[in-house]
């Protein structure tokens, strides 16, 4: 049974930083590609990062440059690191999970489709306000 666990949100100033981790179960990381995605209040939900299980990685444009997704393979954890957080960062962030794709995990077209992966957990709430 896949099971994935988001933690680490919070409610942080702009120029902030948080690292968001989920703890996964109940699959081999190899076999499954793994991301994260985001959901605003109002808004349509939206790929945010993409990894391959060789650690190539894909970005949304908006994110590019200021988050970081990556996996710990000892600890089944996957991380994302953001940093320069902005206002419009503020989201329910979700890692996912899905083993359609490998190994075309990551590269053009991957991040828009981890928001529609079969698996994710119940979410981190993110919040970043002054």
């Known amino acids: 049974q896949v099971r994935l666990a988001e933690s680490g949100g919070d409610t942080v100033q702009p120029g902030r930083w948080l690292r968001l981790s989920c703890e996964h179960s109940g699959f081999v990381y190899k076999d499954y ?18 990894i391959d299980s060789d650690g190539a990685t894909s970005y949304v444009e908006s994110v590019q440059g200021r988050f970081t997704i990556s996996h710990d393979n000892a600890k089944n954890t996957l991380y994302l690191e953001m940093v320069l957080l902005k206002p419009e960062d503020t989201a329910m962030y979700y890692c996912a999970a899905d083993n359609r794709w490998p190994p075309f995990c990551s590269g053009l077209g991957t991040v828009a489709r981890v928001k529609n992966y079969d698996y994710s957990g119940p979410g981190t709430q993110v919040t970043v306000s002054s």
Request: aromatic residues 12%.
């Open 33 to 50: 590609c793994m991301g994260w995605f985001r959901q605003a209040p109002g808004k349509e939900r939206e790929g945010v990062a993409a």
